[in-house]
C-alpha cells in the first residue's frame, strides 16, 4: 500500500510536517498503523474519498480493536453520519454478526446506537470489510486532549448504566471491549 500521488489527490489536503510532539499525539490517538500492512486488518480510509458511491468522508471520530469510525456526508440525504468500518476477516464477520443481534434484539433500548444501512468495501485480494452506516451523535468523549466537564462524564456514565441494563436484560453479555451473544 502506497501513499497517494500528491497530483493526484488535491481532495484530500496537503502534506504536513509535523513537529514530534505532534506525531506522538497522533500515535497515541491512532489505530496501531501495522494493521494496515499486516493481514489488511483496517481499511485505508482517506479524507475526501467516496465510499459506496454516496459517502464523503470528512473526518476520523476513533477506532478500536474491531472497526475504525469517520464522519462522513452523506451525498444522496445531504447529512451527515458515522461509518463504523469494521476490520477484515473472522474478528470484523463476528463484530458484524453481534451488531446485527444488537440491532434485532434492542430495537428501540434507549442509549443504544445501531446502523441504518451497511454495505462493504473490498480490499486488495478477497478481504471484504463491512461498514455500518449510524447516525451522527457528537465527539468522541475519549479525547486526550480534551477533558469533559463532570457533568458530561456523569452523564455519559447514567446512560452507559442504563444501556448496559437493556444490553444484559435482552440476555447479550458484554465482556471488556467485546460483546458476546449469550442466550441466557
Keep these: 500500500m502506497s501513499a497517494p500521488d500528491i497530483n493526484e489527490a488535491s481532495d484530500y489536503g496537503d502534506p504536513v510536517d509535523w513537529s514530534d510532539d505532534e506525531a506522538a499525539e497522533i500515535e497515541v490517538t491512532s489505530e496501531p498503523m501495522e494493521g494496515y500492512y499486516k493481514d ?11 465510499l459506496d458511491g ?44 453481534a451488531q446485527h443481534k444488537v440491532k434485532q434484539v434492542l430495537r428501540s433500548a434507549p442509549y443504544i446506537v445501531t446502523f441504518c444501512e451497511t454495505f462493504q468495501v473490498p480490499e ?51 465482556r471488556g471491549e467485546s460483546v458476546s451473544l449469550c442466550c441466557l
Design 124 to 174: 486488495a485480494g478477497e478481504d471484504q470489510h463491512h461498514v455500518l452506516v449510524m447516525r451522527l451523535l457528537g465527539p468522541n468523549l475519549d479525547i486526550p486532549f480534551r477533558k469533559p466537564s463532570i457533568v458530561d462524564r456523569m452523564s455519559a456514565a447514567r446512560q452507559l448504566l442504563v444501556a448496559l441494563k437493556a444490553i444484559h436484560d435482552a440476555g447479550i453479555v458484554h
Design 40 to 50: 489488511c486488518k483496517y481499511y485505508p480510509v482517506r479524507v475526501g474519498e467516496v
Design 54 to 97: 454516496r459517502y464523503r468522508i470528512v473526518h476520523k471520530l476513533g477506532h478500536g480493536g474491531f472497526s475504525t469510525v469517520w464522519m462522513a456526508h452523506d451525498l444522496q440525504k445531504e447529512k451527515s453520519v458515522a461509518l463504523k468500518i469494521l476490520v477484515s476477516g473472522k474478528d470484523g464477520e463476528t463484530e458484524f454478526l
